[in-house]
């Protein structure tokens, strides 16, 4: 959407809003918001990469950085409020009758395949819908630390491709990421109560 | 066919020593805290004459009675539940608590058949002082801790308000329904009718217990039900004291209620603290163990039970107590002691729980056979079918309720199961002898074992066919995958950022400061100064690598569940053993009772999972396989697959 400065968001903005991210307390957001550093007027704000490098837990975790980029889309440095809720709008619980539903033409933001797939971005940086063995030792190395050599690592690393993979490209695609974490209940591990 | 000839035998021998003694004094036959098994206090015919000649053979059976009946008992306990498992396919239909019910009712038949009068019954005392503790503690022992403390608020809110709501409702339409046929049922008033209610509506641990256990649902539903029983002790005691004590006194005013509301907190909470005292001052104790591992095992019991004594004494809630006291004790007892005697400890808890739970149901059967039975269609019915709708309802209400705070939502199916396996058991049959004796106790007491059997048999046969057919969710039972593994904790991760970024307090916070309260003070008190540092940890991961390398590598092999966690929890043990600055953050279902912990430096990042991974990586190698070790570490003995942690437990002690 492009980085507007200080835009006051208007009501069909707002509405557009919720139609997009299904998330019907997006005006209450605020209310939730308010212990981290990022809130103030957050719907004028607009967030930078420093905003949330100043949340101190976010710092120390280990993907923290991957997590950052998430929220900002392809090379920019500036999200809005609206591409801020889009984001978290992923981690909303899949409530029962929006599985049968089909108002949306795509699918929810907060479908099963959404939220692996943005589990699955994060592992893949160059966005060629593949973890290669590089991305996902980075990834490891990142969760690990310093501790583990890397022929140790990259044994982890090599072992959990050759459970994925099924096609022997090395490399692990999204349907076998999907088809990997198939008996992970993902819906409950990714979601966020109270964000609904 | 063997056990159950050696049924019979032993049978035979039960009614054979028991003829031997003094006959039956007739007010005894419903003994009230004469001891188990025990006829009577026998001061007959003295075996011992005034000897002729020197006699080469005499039987001298008084001797040793008491404790020869005791046995006996429970040697037919134990041939009884070999002789189910003999046959494959009836286990699987019928629960093993109906079996043993009805093992109880023939050899109580028989005894009665013999002897023309009433079989011994279960005295109260017995039953709550030696037979339901081992059960209870070897629940809360293996309680899976993390998920119950997820769904805590449910399980509260179900034990105290589902619990209130059933001793009232059956309680009330009871005196309803005895108000309909006062001809029959006049007697009985409000009054009793509570009691008879407060003690009919809990849910028992044993059965629940027993039932459950063979059905593998999903855990939060397990959990669920399973955490329920074991909680609503607490209301189930005081409110059945409360009724007691109002029958004895002349009249009830408003006040004596009110107090009455003021001792569920206090025997509820008090037997929380009388567990939490216990549990660590055991915790402490098995710091200093080491020098005298053998003994080590004994101080899990010995504090356990003296917890539950002291809150019986006090007459605070003793389930509470020693749940309580078992969960508290639980992580530092197992960093502490060795490996073998948390083998022991877990073996033994599993033998007494299963010998209890045995007992307990053989002698509900015996117990059945009474004297006199006195019969109400009308009580009898109705009791049943309030007891049903009154709990369907609650859990019904309750859970509407609960729903809109829940994030994992409890379905119907899970709803309609939490109602229906809600199985009455022992505790009632025990309470309800203790009544203070008035006309219509008898009724009481035949409708309590009706309804206890009803339970069992009913809805414990049908409710694993309805688990069936609703399609319950199911325990999961795959083998955990590397990739499983490290996706997870990418999504784990993930999660805890999302949250920080929304700065969310939920209950991940509070859980995370507990766990830093829990590392700074507890564990550096309770746990002795342990050897395992860094450098075991790279030692176990150097062993585990040298097995991978020296075994062959061929497929990808699973890992089974128990080795998995066997190894998780000495890799989540030893991780946190050191390094105690960081703040620890645990997320939603984490695999493993400890921690996600955030480091602040690059250093010591989450290495504990990266063992799991290693050793994930390793698979099931055969362990002999330990010829390839070059090192100067003493190779440890190799066992079957499953002592794998009790091998590397070894080879850290080394």
């Known amino acids: 959407?492009?980085?507007?400065?200080?835009?006051?968001?208007?009501?069909?903005?707002?509405?557009?809003?919720?139609?997009?991210?299904?998330?019907?307390?997006?005006?209450?957001?605020?209310?939730?918001?308010?212990?981290?550093s990022i809130t103030n007027p957050v719907f004028n704000s607009v967030f930078s990469r420093e905003d949330f490098q100043r949340i101190p837990e976010l710092a120390i975790n280990p993907l923290g950085d991957r997590i950052i980029n998430a929220f900002f889309p392809e090379g920019e440095d500036q999200v809005n409020f609206r591409g801020f809720m889009r984001t978290l709008a992923h981690f909303r619980p899949i409530e029962d009758n929006e599985k049968n539903k089909n108002a949306a033409p795509s699918e929810p933001l907060n479908s099963r395949t959404n939220?692996?797939?943005?589990?699955?971005?994060?592992?893949d940086l160059d966005r060629d819908d593949k973890i290669s063995?590089?991305?996902?030792?980075?990834?490891?190395?990142?969760?690990?630390?310093?501790?583990?050599?890397?022929?140790?690592?990259?044994?982890?690393?090599?072992?959990?491709?050759?459970?994925?993979?099924?096609?022997?490209?090395?490399?692990?695609?999204?349907?076998?990421?999907?088809?990997?974490?198939?008996?992970?209940?993902?819906?409950?591990?990714?979601?966020?109560?109270?964000?609904? | 066919m063997a056990p159950f000839l050696s049924l019979l035998i032993y049978t035979y021998l039960v009614l054979r020593c028991s003829s031997l003694t003094a006959p039956v004094d007739p007010s005894k036959s419903q003994p009230m805290g004469s001891s188990l098994g025990q006829n009577s206090s026998s001061e007959g015919v003295p075996l011992v004459d005034v000897p002729m000649a020197l006699g080469v053979f005499s039987v001298d059976y008084h001797h040793v009675q008491a404790p020869f009946e005791i046995v006996l008992w429970i040697m037919l306990a134990s041939l009884a539940k070999l002789g189910f498992h003999w046959s494959g396919r009836i286990p699987a239909v019928v629960p093993e608590s109906c079996l043993l019910i009805m093992v109880g009712l023939l050899v109580g038949g028989v005894i009665y058949g013999v002897r023309h009068s009433a079989p011994p019954t279960l005295s109260a005392d017995a039953f709550f002082l030696f037979l339901l503790p081992p059960i209870v503690l070897d629940a809360g022992y293996f309680l899976p801790g993390r998920l119950f403390f997820e769904n805590l608020g449910t399980i509260l809110w179900y034990a105290l308000l589902g619990t209130l709501w059933n001793v009232l409702g059956i309680g009330l339409s009871l005196y309803g329904v005895c108000l309909l046929c006062p001809s029959s049922l006049g007697d009985v008033s409000l009054l009793h009718c509570l009691l008879f209610g407060s003690l009919i509506a809990a849910v028992d641990p044993v059965a629940v217990l027993s039932v459950f256990q063979e059905m593998h649902v999903n855990e939060q539903l397990h959990i669920l039900v399973f955490g329920e029983s074991l909680l609503n002790d607490a209301v189930t005691v005081v409110l059945y004291q409360l009724f007691e004590s109002f029958l004895r006194l002349p009249s009830v005013s408003g006040l004596d209620v009110l107090l009455g509301g003021c001792r569920v907190l206090v025997v509820g909470f008090g037997g929380l603290f009388v567990g939490l005292f216990f549990g660590l001052v055991a915790a402490l104790t098995s710091r200093f163990t080491p020098r005298v591992p053998v003994i080590a095992p004994l101080f899990v019991f010995l504090y356990s039970y003296l917890s539950y004594l002291t809150s019986e004494m006090l007459h605070l809630s003793g389930i509470t107590a020693i749940v309580t006291c078992a969960v508290t004790m639980k992580q530092y007892v197992e960093a502490n002691v060795s490996e073998?005697?948390?083998?022991?400890?877990?073996?033994?808890?599993?033998?007494?729980?299963?010998?209890?739970?045995?007992?307990?149901?053989?002698?509900?059967?015996?117990?059945?056979?009474?004297?006199?039975?006195?019969?109400?269609?009308?009580?009898v019915c109705a009791t049943l079918l309030l007891c049903l709708i009154w709990r369907g309802s609650g859990v019904l209400l309750l859970t509407a309720v609960v729903n809109k705070v829940r994030r994992n939502k409890v379905t119907f199916r899970d709803q309609f199961i939490i109602a229906y396996g809600g199985l009455r058991g022992a505790i009632c049959f025990s309470l309800v002898f203790l009544i203070d004796d008035f006309p219509k106790k008898r009724l009481f007491i035949t409708t309590t074992i009706i309804v206890i059997l009803f339970t069992v048999f009913v809805q414990g046969m049908t409710i694993k066919p309805l688990v069936d057919l609703l399609d319950v969710k199911r325990k999961k039972r795959a083998l955990p995958t590397v990739s499983e593994e490290i996706h997870s904790r990418l999504i784990d991760h993930l999660l805890a950022g999302i949250e920080d970024v929304v700065g969310y307090w939920g209950q991940h916070y509070w859980k995370d400061k507990f766990e830093q309260f829990n590392r700074k003070f507890l564990r550096r008190f309770l746990i002795r100064e342990e050897q395992q540092n860094r450098s075991s940890i790279?030692?176990?991961?150097?062993?585990?690598?040298?097995?991978?390398?020296?075994?062959?590598?061929?497929?990808?092999?699973?890992?089974?569940?128990?080795?998995?966690?066997?190894?998780?929890?000495?890799?989540?043990?030893?991780?946190?053993?050191?390094?105690?600055?960081?703040?620890?953050y645990s997320r939603h279902t984490l695999h493993h009772d400890r921690a996600l912990q955030r480091h602040s430096s690059l250093g010591e990042r989450d290495t504990q999972f990266v063992f799991l991974c290693a050793v994930c990586a390793i698979g099931p190698r055969s362990i002999s396989q330990d010829s390839s070790i070059p090192e100067e570490q003493t190779a440890p003995q190799h066992g079957p697959k499953k002592h794998l942690s009790f091998d590397i437990e070894n080879e850290k002690n080394n």
């Open chain 2, 340 to 379: 073998r005697s948390n083998s022991s400890i877990q073996y033994f808890l599993k033998m007494w729980s299963s010998v209890s739970e045995t007992l307990i149901f053989i002698f509900l059967g015996v117990s059945t056979i009474q004297d006199v039975h006195m019969w109400s269609w009308l009580f």
């Open chain 1, 115 to 123: 939220k692996l797939l943005f589990a699955f971005r994060l592992y």
């Open chain 2, 538 to 584: 790279l030692r176990v991961y150097q062993e585990l690598e040298r097995r991978e390398q020296g075994a062959d590598r061929e497929t990808v092999h699973p890992l089974l569940p128990e080795e998995m966690d066997s190894i998780r929890r000495i890799l989540s043990r030893n991780l946190l053993q050191f390094n105690s600055r960081r703040p620890t």
């Open chain 1, 133 to 196: 063995r590089d991305e996902l030792l980075q990834v490891l190395r990142m969760m690990v630390g310093v501790n583990i050599s890397d022929e140790q690592l990259g044994s982890i690393a090599d072992r959990t491709i050759q459970e994925a993979d099924t096609n022997g490209d090395n490399s692990i695609s999204f349907n076998e990421f999907m088809k990997v974490l198939e008996k992970v209940d993902v819906e409950q591990k990714m979601s966020i109560r109270f964000l609904h």
């Open chain 1, 1 to 36: 959407m492009g980085s507007r400065a200080s835009t006051l968001l208007r009501e069909e903005e707002i509405e557009e809003i919720k139609k997009e991210t299904g998330c019907k307390l997006c005006q209450n957001a605020p209310l939730y918001l308010s212990q981290t």
